[in-house]
T-cell receptor
Framework: EAGVAQSPRYKIIEKRQSVAFWCNPISGHATLYWYQQILGQGPKLLIQ????????DSQLPKDRFSAERLKGVDSTLKIQPAKLEDSAVYLC???????????FGPGTRLTVT | GNSVTQMEGPVTLSEEAFLTINCTYT??????LFWYVQYPGEGLQLLLKATKADDKGSNKGFEATYRKETTSFHLEKGSVQVSDSAVYFC???????????FGPGTRLSVLP
């Protein structure tokens, strides 16, 4: 079974530029999560989808971050414009609808200069 | 609100030493509890889990017991190896929902 795929693995941009990350969850997983992991901290949930609907986006900075999950499969997370404090690893995870386990992708390491 | 507290790292041990990483939680109801491990340059991997009080999760020589009375889920291993060097995250999943809350992580370094 293929795992959660993310791309790119690394991205360096200047502040005020925009960036997008892509995630392909495990086939058949209804729930998809985006996390932000700042160096030295645990993952912080940004947004959770169930199929193509948003379940929780309470910690998403909506003035600059957006995410979509068209057709309930792949998802993209966008930052526009980026700030220095957005430098972090962005993790995507998925789980089955009533599953008790999340499966994580390798993450995208973003550096904003 | 729901939260997870872990012992601060880094933890440095010699090979074959006994490991304990403390984890306590605050949650409404009875959450499921997890330990995830993150090796350098990789994503998080589920190490073990427990879904109800007194359950013991185990994997790769690691164990943790869900203690409702002390709201704890401490991670233990009897004899660590250099390959266990990683960051360990304690996490909970809220009941009736699918929100996961992670602790800050504890970095473990095992020296040969």
């Amino acid at each position: 079974e293929a795992g959660v795929a993310q791309s790119p693995r690394y991205k360096i941009i200047e502040k005020r530029q925009s960036v997008a990350f892509w995630c392909n969850p495990i086939s058949g997983h209804a729930t998809l999560y985006w996390y932000q992991q700042i160096l030295g901290q645990g993952p912080k949930l940004l947004i959770q989808f169930q199929n193509n609907g948003v379940v929780d986006d309470s910690q998403l900075p909506k003035d600059r971050f957006s995410a979509e999950r068209l057709k309930g499969v792949d998802s993209t997370l966008k930052i526009q414009p980026a700030k220095l404090e957005d430098s972090a690893v962005y993790l995507c995870a998925s789980s089955s609808l009533w599953g008790n386990e999340q499966y994580f992708g390798p993450g995208t390491r973003l550096t904003v200069t | 609100g729901n939260s997870v507290t872990q012992m601060e790292g880094p933890v440095t041990l010699s090979e074959e030493a006994f490991l304990t990483i403390n984890c306590t939680y605050t949650a409404t109801g009875y959450p499921s509890l997890f330990w995830y491990v993150q090796y350098p340059g990789e994503g998080l991997q589920l190490l073990l889990k427990a879904t109800k009080a007194d359950d013991k999760g185990s994997n790769k020589g690691f164990e943790a017991t869900y203690r409702k009375e002390t709201t704890s889920f401490h991670l233990e291993k009897g004899s660590v190896q250099v390959s266990d060097s990683a960051v360990y995250f304690c996490a909970l999943r809220t009941p009736y929902g699918q929100n996961f809350v992670f602790g800050p992580g504890t970095r473990l370094s095992v020296l040969p």
